[in-house]
Each structure stands twice: as structure tokens, then as C-alpha cells.
Antibody, heavy 120, light 113 residues
């Protein structure tokens, strides 16, 4: 079964850091670009970051550029998101999402999400 | 950036009746390969989004055939031929042709009357 399982969310104070992980199984992880998508409470999904299949290309939304770092370890079938200088507006469920294509975005598999709450 | 505009934002429907959601993009979603990367997602309460339709009109495996997608260029539609109780949730269109960033519509909340 194709599966993505996120972990690492929690409550963090403003200015703090958190590292999210996403364990992939049931498919050849190294063949697929991967994304982090977030959804604030009561809002729609929002682009956060993306990484190419070999990790050579990384992309960030303007709102997280310079604060978040996406990476992957294809030998461990795992995607990461290092989050720093966290703000209240980063509070959201963070989803790990598989992109089924290369030059365009076509999300076919979503994880269950991990909640990040930034609050003092 | 491409803006996706959905309507209606709230959709009360009687069980067994049809439902339709429209999605308009601020520019054409046709990619240089000739395909249009417009997807529809369903998000049931408390769940992750689930893709229903990809590339405008292709149903994902396991999606009931009462769901159908159509459209071209900048105007797209998701139709449910006969709404069932399990269809309650929020529906999003999403374009992946022009990125970064890709973009989602605001979401349409379907509820049973």
C-alpha cells in the first residue's frame, strides 16, 4: 500500500524550531518529487515547499523562504522539513504530498498530516 | 500567480439530487505538452484531501462514477450526479500547470439539506 506518514509536529513558542519527517512506503520514493503543503485551521491548502526526486532542486513559498529547509534521504525513504523562526501564522496541519509528475504539479498521494501550533 | 476562483462557496444539496461546482482560473491552464493540469480534491471532515479527478476529467481509482469533471482553458466544472451522505465535505480545485506556486480554489463546502 502506498503510504506517507508524517511526524514531528507539536506546540512550539514563537521564534522556535521544529523538524517534520515523512516516511514513505509502498512505492519507489526516489522517483518522485515531493512537497510539503499546509492547511491553517478553517482554510484551504497552501504551498510551502517542494523538492526534486534527487534532492537537487528545492523550492519555497515566499512566506517561508529563509526560515524553512526541505530535504530528503532517498536511502531512508524519508522527507524532511526543518522549520525555524516560527511565527503564529505558521500554525497549520502540515501534509507530505507526492507529486506524480516532474515539470508540473499533480498531487496523487497525501499523508494524514501533522499539526504544528506556534503559540506562547 | 494564477488565481483559482470557485463557486459556490457553500452548496446545500438534497440527498439524491445533482450538484455542480465551478472553478475559474485567471489564465489558461494548458501546459506546453498540450495537457491541462487541473485537479479536484475532496476533503471530508477531519481527513486529508483526496484526489478525485486529475487532468480535468480523469477519475481516480475507487472514485464513484457519479463524480465527473469537465472544462477547458480557464473554466472547469465538477459534477456529482446524485449526492450521497458520504459526499459531505469541502471540494477544492487546484492547478498545477503554472508553478511555483501551484494554487487551490477557496473550497466549496457541500452539505446535506
Amino acid at each position: 500500500e502506498v503510504q506517507l506518514v508524517e511526524s514531528g509536529g507539536g506546540l512550539v513558542q514563537p521564534g522556535g524550531s521544529l523538524r517534520l519527517s515523512c516516511a514513505a512506503s509502498g512505492f519507489t520514493f526516489s522517483n518522485y518529487p515531493m512537497h510539503w503543503v499546509r492547511q491553517a485551521p478553517g482554510k484551504g491548502p497552501e504551498y510551502v515547499s517542494a523538492i526534486s526526486s534527487n534532492g537537487g532542486g528545492t523550492y519555497y513559498a515566499n512566506s517561508v523562504e529563509g526560515r524553512f529547509t526541505i530535504s530528503r534521504d532517498n536511502s531512508k525513504n524519508t522527507l524532511y522539513l526543518q522549520m525555524g523562526s516560527l511565527r503564529a501564522e505558521d500554525t497549520a496541519v502540515y501534509y507530505c504530498v507526492r507529486n506524480s509528475r516532474v515539470r508540473v504539479v499533480d498531487f496523487d498521494i497525501w499523508g494524514q498530516g501533522t499539526m504544528v501550533t506556534v503559540s506562547s | 500567480d494564477v488565481v483559482m476562483t470557485q463557486s459556490p462557496l457553500s452548496l446545500p444539496v438534497t440527498l439524491g439530487q445533482p450538484a455542480s461546482i465551478s472553478c475559474r482560473s485567471s489564465q489558461s491552464l494548458v501546459y506546453i505538452d498540450g495537457n491541462t493540469y487541473l485537479n479536484w480534491f475532496q476533503q471530508r471532515p477531519g481527513q486529508s484531501p483526496r484526489r478525485l479527478i486529475y487532468m480535468v476529467s480523469n477519475r481516480d481509482s475507487g472514485v464513484p462514477d457519479r463524480f465527473s469533471g469537465s472544462g477547458s482553458g480557464t473554466y472547469f466544472t465538477l459534477k456529482i450526479s446524485r449526492v450521497e451522505a458520504e459526499d459531505v465535505g469541502v471540494y477544492y480545485c487546484m492547478q498545477g500547470t503554472h508553478w511555483p506556486p501551484y494554487s487551490f480554489g477557496q473550497g466549496t463546502k457541500l452539505e446535506i439539506k
